[in-house]
């Protein structure tokens, strides 16, 4: 099984739906959650962070977390054409142990 | 967030020599960073963890010989490509990690001819 999983995709959506993207991971002792978006050629961005249960909402995304099923989202809202890339979850297990999904490759469509 | 740089943003070189690569955190002290490569269309694959001062961690499979890293200061971490090979063309990004989070320099296009 690996750490982070990831739905590949792609997944496409039309411009204005809500884009849903999970993930799933193994560590139950994992803290530290993270969404980096990364466009085609260029490197991940830092996106959403979030630490503790429940959701956190900033601007159009919304992280969900939910540590007793080992599962974390992430939730775009309006999505736009400019949000088509593909979306890495990350986990840190412990202080600098941070591992990567493959990401999910998502596409709005105008 | 925090401000990563890389230098050069892209190199081609010819087979045989050698590449450094420079990796800087521009407004944070960074205790930690992180070396990556990923081919196209591919994941990120963490190659090595270089903590300042002391001698970088290698994932398995990574020549240590081949991949030489250097983080000498709080700021600044260096990784050379040795002998280079056209098989070590790839995108390689580094990254630097403030606290819990991790940001990412814009990375180094290799090419080897």
Same mark, same amino acid.
């Given at each position: 099984?690996?750490?982070?999983?990831?739905?590949? &995709?792609?997944?496409?959506?039309?411009?204005?739906?809500?884009?849903?993207?999970?993930?799933?991971?193994?560590? $139950?002792?994992?803290?530290?959650?993270?969404?980096?978006?990364?466009?085609?050629?260029?490197?991940?961005?830092?996106?959403?962070?979030?630490?503790?249960? &429940?959701?956190?909402?900033? &601007? $159009?995304?919304?992280?969900?977390?939910?540590?007793?099923?080992?599962?974390?989202?992430?939730?775009?809202?309006?999505?736009?054409?400019?949000?088509?890339?593909?979306?890495?979850?990350?986990?840190?297990?412990?202080?600098?142990?941070?591992?990567? &999904?493959?990401?999910? $490759?998502?596409?709005?469509?105008? | 967030?925090?401000?990563?740089?890389? +230098?050069?943003?892209?190199?081609?070189?010819?087979? @045989?020599?050698?590449?450094?690569?420079?990796?800087?955190? *521009?407004?944070?002290?960074?205790?930690?960073? %992180?070396?990556?490569?990923? %081919?196209?269309?591919?994941?990120?694959?963490?190659?090595?963890?270089?903590? =300042?001062?002391?001698?970088?961690?290698?994932?398995?499979?990574? =020549?240590?010989?081949?991949?030489?890293?250097? +983080?000498?200061?709080?700021? *600044?971490?260096?990784?050379?490509?040795?002998?280079? +090979?056209? =098989?070590?063309?790839?995108?390689?990004?580094?990254?630097?990690?403030? @606290?819990?989070?991790? %940001? %990412?320099?814009?990375?180094?296009? *290799?090419?080897?001819?």
């Amino acid at each position: 099984q690996k750490e982070v999983e990831q739905n590949s &995709g792609p997944l496409s959506v039309p411009e204005g739906a809500i884009a849903s993207l999970n993930c799933t991971y193994s560590d $139950r002792v994992s803290q530290s959650f993270f969404w980096y978006r990364q466009y085609s050629g260029k490197s991940p961005e830092l996106i959403m962070s979030i630490y503790s249960n &429940g959701d956190k909402e900033d &601007g $159009r995304f919304t992280a969900q977390l939910n540590k007793a099923s080992q599962y974390v989202s992430l939730l775009i809202r309006d999505s736009q054409p400019s949000d088509s890339a593909t979306y890495l979850c990350a986990v840190n297990a412990a202080h600098n142990d941070m591992r990567f &999904g493959a990401g999910t $490759r998502l596409t709005v469509k105008p | 967030g925090a401000v990563v740089s890389q +230098h050069p943003s892209w190199v081609i070189c010819k087979s @045989g020599t050698s590449v450094k690569i420079e990796c800087r955190s *521009l407004d944070f002290q960074a205790t930690t960073m %992180f070396w990556y490569r990923q %081919f196209p269309k591919q994941s990120l694959m963490l190659m090595a963890t270089s903590n =300042e001062g002391s001698k970088a961690t290698y994932e398995q499979g990574v =020549e240590k010989d081949k991949f030489l890293i250097n +983080h000498a200061s709080l700021t *600044l971490s260096t990784l050379t490509v040795t002998s280079a +090979h056209p =098989e070590d063309s790839s995108f390689y990004i580094c990254s630097a990690s403030e @606290g819990a989070e991790q %940001f %990412f320099g814009p990375g180094t296009r *290799l090419t080897v001819l």
